[in-house]
């Protein structure tokens, strides 16, 4: 059986990640969207991997959140409170999602994850940094390249073309 | 412990199911973004679950290299928004129709 902890962490992050579709306001969604993300940190912790979770809390609630609030905040304000979406393809929408998740989910009930136990220790988090700078490291370099790639790349799309450096002073 | 794999997994669907239905349903560009976030989590939840049980330190690797690239992800998406909405005036998918045939 699930105790407390989870039970609260996995209401607190399905009904964010439904705000953060449903609400109206971009702004309000962003923030929901802020609890689905910790929500998931929390469940890391649950997990017995907290260098997971800080990596979570680090890289999704303290930038990429913060981020995608900045881009809300830059698009016109009839718009951030205007729902964009179909009418019609939300009850088909809708349909899909309960589809997915009773087809699904009766696979998993029924196969032989619920017998799944462990009693072994979680995994040590210095075994993942010895595994990051010796077995993984031809991965890291890439990784860290392609960030480079994409940070340069969203600098590159982002540049505004039609102002003058004269006047991007003023 | 008290909690199952099967939980974990079942929270996960669930993320899953949502992030689909917001991508199929929702037409405003940093939504559909929303839906991508939600459904990358859902996969990273399953990675690290996955790994508790197995026990293997090889599945939060991944998803800490997954983190990793999601992010790369979100800033090549937003800038891309960004240059939509300044072409366009509107953040509406329906409108970016100049390479529609």
Redesign the interface.
């Known amino acids: 059986?699930?105790?407390a902890t989870?039970l609260a962490l996995?209401v607190l992050?399905?009904g964010s990640?439904?705000a953060?579709?449903e609400l109206r306001s971009?702004i309000y969604?962003?923030i929901a969207?802020m609890g689905?993300?910790g929500g998931?940190a929390g469940?890391?912790l649950?997990?017995?991997?907290p260098?997971?979770a800080l990596?979570?809390i680090a890289?999704?609630v303290g930038?990429?959140a913060v981020?995608?609030l900045f881009?809300?905040m830059?698009?016109?304000r009839e718009?951030i409170f205007k729902?964009?979406?179909?009418p019609r393809?939300?009850l088909?929408?809708?349909g899909?999602?309960?589809i997915?998740?009773v087809g699904?989910?009766s696979i998993?009930?029924d196969s032989g994850?619920?017998t799944?136990?462990?009693n072994?220790?979680?995994?040590d988090f210095r075994?993942?940094g010895k595994?990051?700078v010796t077995y993984?490291w031809p991965?890291l370099v890439l990784?860290a390249l392609?960030?480079a790639?994409?940070?340069t790349?969203?600098?590159v799309?982002?540049r505004?073309e039609d102002v003058a450096d004269g006047q991007r002073t003023n | 412990m008290g909690n199952e794999l099967i939980d974990f997994v079942i929270v996960s669907i669930a993320l899953l199911g949502i992030g689909i239905y917001g991508l199929s349903v929702k037409r405003n560009a940093i939504r559909m973004l929303f839906s991508i976030e939600i459904i990358i989590n859902a996969a990273n939840l399953n990675l690290v679950a996955f790994a508790r049980y197995i026990p293997n330190s090889g599945g939060q690797t991944l998803a800490l290299f997954s983190i990793a690239i999601a992010a790369a992800e979100v800033a090549v998406g937003l800038s891309l928004i960004i240059v939509a909405y300044r072409m366009y005036q509107n953040i509406d998918i329906a409108d970016f129709r100049s390479l529609k045939g």
Do not use: N
């Open positions: 059986m699930v105790d989870f996995s992050t399905i990640a439904i953060a579709l971009l969604g962003s969207l689905t993300l998931i469940f890391f649950l997990l017995d991997s260098f997971v990596f979570q890289v999704y930038s990429i981020l995608i881009t809300v830059l698009v016109k718009l729902k964009i979406e179909d393809r939300k088909a929408g809708i899909l999602m309960l997915l998740m699904l989910g998993i009930i994850l619920r799944v136990q462990t072994e220790p979680p995994v075994d993942i595994d990051f993984y991965a990784m392609i960030l790639g994409a940070v790349g969203a600098l799309l982002a505004r």
